[in-house]
């Protein structure tokens, strides 16, 4: 079992616990771990392409939409000022939210390993 790494910068020597490199829990196989950095990175370019939707569609559009009000300011006005940054904290929220279940699902596998 190997229980650590050591470093040697000049005359000192240093010791760095195995845990720092592998984290706490035993790494999981090769297949799993490529299955939850995919699924990352599709989730990661979903939320992209929504977050550009976001900001670019509503700019191209923004004569048209200045020709509709509410409550007296044009619809791009309330795009700009509310619908784009809650719709990015939205975007934030969705990311966090699945990839807590995601490493959920990874802890569980993990435990269910040993």
Do not use: E
Not at 91 to 102: D, E, H, L, N, S
Request: charged share 10%.
């Amino acid at each position: 079992m190997h229980n650590g790494w050591h470093f040697s910068v000049g005359r000192c020597r240093l010791k760095v616990p195995s845990c720092i490199f592998y984290g706490i829990m035993r790494p999981s196989p090769a297949p799993a771990r490529t299955r939850y950095w995919r699924q990352n990175l599709v989730l990661i370019a979903a939320l992209s392409c929504l977050w550009w939707l976001m900001t670019f569609v509503p700019a191209y559009f923004a004569l048209d939409l200045s020709q509709i009000f509410i409550f007296g300011w044009p619809l791009s006005f309330w795009l700009a000022a509310f619908g784009a940054p809650l719709f990015f904290l939205l975007i934030i929220g969705v990311y966090a939210w699945q990839m807590a279940r995601q490493d959920q699902k990874v802890r569980r596998s993990a435990q269910g390993d040993n």
